[in-house]
Each structure stands twice: as C-alpha cells, then as structure tokens.
C-alpha cells in the first residue's frame, strides 16, 4: 500500500495537487500500536482499526479545513456491485460530525469491476498489488484477509505478528488472543496464531490441479464475457496481455501453471453448480494421470467444485 501512494504522489503532481497523509497522533505506530493500547485485535464485529487510524483522523481534518473557511467535498470509491452492503450507495449524502456536516459524492457508484480495471489498464495502470495477489489495495495485513492473501505474508511480517500476539496474550489467562480468527476443523476453537495460519494458508495454496483449465475459461467467457472474464484475474494476482488471453480461452495456447488454480477459484464464483459439474464430465482423472506421469493431483483440488 505505501508503493500505491508512492506512485499517487508522483502521478498527483502532474495535476498539481497537494497529496496528504494523515495519521492519528496517539497510535505514531498505526496498527502496531493500536493493538497494544486496546490489549486486543480489532474483528469483524469491532473494527477499531477502520474508526481509529482512518476515519477519525480524516474527519477531524476535514473539520480543521471547514473551521479554516473552506468548503469540505470527500469524494469517495464505493461501487454498488462490491457487495450487498454496498447496493444502496446513493450518489452523494450528507455526513453529519458534532457539530458540523459535510457531503460526500460517490462519482463511480455504478462502475462495475470491468469499468475500473479497464480504466486503470487504459490510464494509471493497474496497482502493483493485485499482481502480487492481493485483492484489494489496503492494509498490508488485514485480519478480513482471504487465505490466498494470508500466504503471501512475509517472513517479517510473520516475526512482527507474533511480537504483537506475545504482547497481547499477556493480558488473558485461558486463551490465546489471535490476529486472524479462523474457525474450522483445523482451528475448531477459532484461535490461529500466525505462524499457523500462514503455514495453513500456503498448504491450502500449494496444491496442483488437473487440466480442465481451457474448458473452464471458454466456459466462463462465453457466460460474463471475455474482457470482464480477463479483469477478474487482476484480483488473482495475474493478468495475461489481450492476445494470449484470447488464445487461452480459445485453447491456442495452454495454460500457465499460474494461472491454472486462479481458474479453479473463479469457477466457483461464477459458474453455477451444474455448469460446474460439466466441466468434470469431459475426462476421468486417471485418464489425464496416464497422458502425463510428471502431473500429480490432489484429490482436494475437487472441494472447489
């Protein structure tokens, strides 16, 4: 996320607009800190991170500017196709503060994903983070994260959690507080330290997978289209350049390993359970075991269908 605002900041001067970074002076570490004062994580349910490190500081500053004699405009990003939360933005509204109010327009409300990586790979360019995996461009480590997102934590990261979790944990006598609250089977408690979650996580994300992958991208082109089918892969960490994409789809080209559990993923997501269930028709496992003796597969690999 600092890389994004880094080349913000470059591209802002174009334009020469003054770029600002605000922060809120009791946490000087932001999360980190946050975390130690509370003697707790934020979750779901309390987000202490999202009013305390972004939304106060940004509307105490808003305040500052109108109490200075400017008018205070916040333009904001939310889609209403992101999620049913967000399916009722409206296309501006009045944001009341203490005293004072001020109003707040969403100018790409009716984008549609499509809209806005099209735009991006057309203008800006499209942020280094989705490449990297990420679905999102925002808190390096958030505790919402997918598990794709969690495996590509980094070494140091991981050693600064656990710092963190060492910290908090001296506040509770029967469980172990946790950044990541996972409950499952492998965490039937819900408690997942990092160095567990993160070992889980890459498990999960480490698997290989059978080739039915040219089937699955024709089908799901032919069902949302190919350019929409194309941008859904930025949030999977890989976008293909136009022409080669064309000849995936088209089975001119085979599919790049990397690619290949991406199309696993989105399969669940956007085709229907029996669109599904004819991809599996076209070919028996074994049959495609004994055209490779390199390809080795995981029956697990079938939980995502």
């Given at each position: 996320?600092?890389?994004?605002?880094?080349?913000?900041?470059?591209?802002?001067?174009?334009?020469?607009?003054?770029?600002?970074?605000?922060?809120?002076?009791?946490?000087?570490?932001?999360?980190?800190?946050?975390?130690?004062?509370?003697?707790?994580?934020?979750?779901?349910?309390?987000?202490?991170?999202?009013?305390?490190?972004?939304?106060?500081?940004?509307?105490?500053?808003?305040?500052?500017?109108?109490?200075?004699?400017?008018?205070?405009?916040?333009?904001?990003?939310?889609?209403?196709?992101?999620?049913?939360?967000?399916?009722?933005?409206?296309?501006?509204?009045?944001?009341?503060?203490?005293?004072?109010?001020?109003?707040?327009?969403?100018?790409?409300?009716?984008?549609?994903?499509?809209?806005?990586?099209?735009?991006?790979?057309?203008?800006?360019?499209?942020?280094?983070?989705?490449?990297?995996?990420?679905?999102?461009?925002?808190?390096?480590?958030?505790?919402?994260?997918?598990?794709?997102?969690?495996?590509?934590?980094?070494?140091?990261?991981?050693?600064?959690?656990?710092?963190?979790?060492?910290?908090?944990?001296?506040?509770?006598?029967?469980?172990?507080?946790?950044?990541?609250?996972?409950?499952?089977?492998?965490?039937?408690?819900?408690?997942?330290?990092?160095?567990?979650?993160?070992?889980?996580?890459?498990?999960?994300?480490?698997?290989?997978?059978?080739?039915?992958?040219?089937?699955?991208?024709?089908?799901?082109?032919?069902?949302?289209?190919?350019?929409?089918?194309?941008?859904?892969?930025?949030?999977?960490?890989?976008?293909?350049?136009?022409?080669?994409?064309?000849?995936?789809?088209?089975?001119?080209?085979?599919?790049?390993?990397?690619?290949?559990?991406?199309?696993?993923?989105?399969?669940?997501?956007?085709?229907?359970?029996?669109?599904r269930s004819e991809l599996l028709k076209f070919e028996k496992l074994e049959e495609i075991q004994s055209e490779d003796i390199n390809l080795s597969c995981d029956c697990e690999s079938y939980n995502l269908l």
């Amino acid at each position: 996320t600092i890389q994004e605002i880094e080349t913000i900041k470059d591209r802002l001067q174009e334009f020469d607009i003054e770029f600002l970074s605000l922060s809120n002076p009791k946490y000087p570490n932001g999360m980190t800190d946050l975390i130690k004062s509370k003697k707790a994580f934020p979750t779901r349910m309390i987000k202490t991170c999202t009013q305390l490190l972004k939304m106060i500081p940004a509307v105490e500053y808003y305040k500052s500017l109108n109490d200075s004699g400017h008018k205070v405009i916040n333009l904001v990003g939310k889609r209403r196709d992101e999620s049913k939360d967000r399916a009722n933005t409206p296309d501006s509204e009045n944001y009341p503060y203490r005293d004072w109010s001020f109003d707040i327009y969403y100018p790409i409300a009716d984008w549609t994903e499509t809209d806005v990586y099209s735009f991006l790979d057309e203008s800006w360019g499209i942020p280094q983070s989705y490449f990297n995996g990420n679905k999102r461009v925002g808190c390096d480590e958030c505790f919402q994260s997918d598990l794709k997102s969690i495996s590509l934590m980094s070494e140091d990261k991981i050693i600064k959690m656990q710092d963190v979790e060492l910290e908090v944990s001296k506040s509770y006598k029967d469980k172990i507080p946790t950044f990541f609250f996972r409950r499952n089977s492998t965490f039937p408690d819900g408690f997942a330290p990092i160095r567990e979650i993160v070992n889980y996580a890459k498990e999960k994300y480490n698997f290989n997978y059978f080739t039915f992958h040219t089937r699955a991208l024709k089908k799901m082109s032919e069902k949302i289209g190919q350019k929409a089918l194309r941008y859904k892969f930025i949030q999977s960490g890989y976008l293909p350049d136009k022409t080669n994409f064309s000849k995936y789809v088209n089975g001119k080209l085979s599919v790049p390993q990397n690619m290949q559990f991406d199309i696993e993923l989105l399969t669940s997501k956007i085709l229907n359970a029996k669109e599904r269930s004819e991809l599996l028709k076209f070919e028996k496992l074994e049959e495609i075991q004994s055209e490779d003796i390199n390809l080795s597969c995981d029956c697990e690999s079938y939980n995502l269908l």
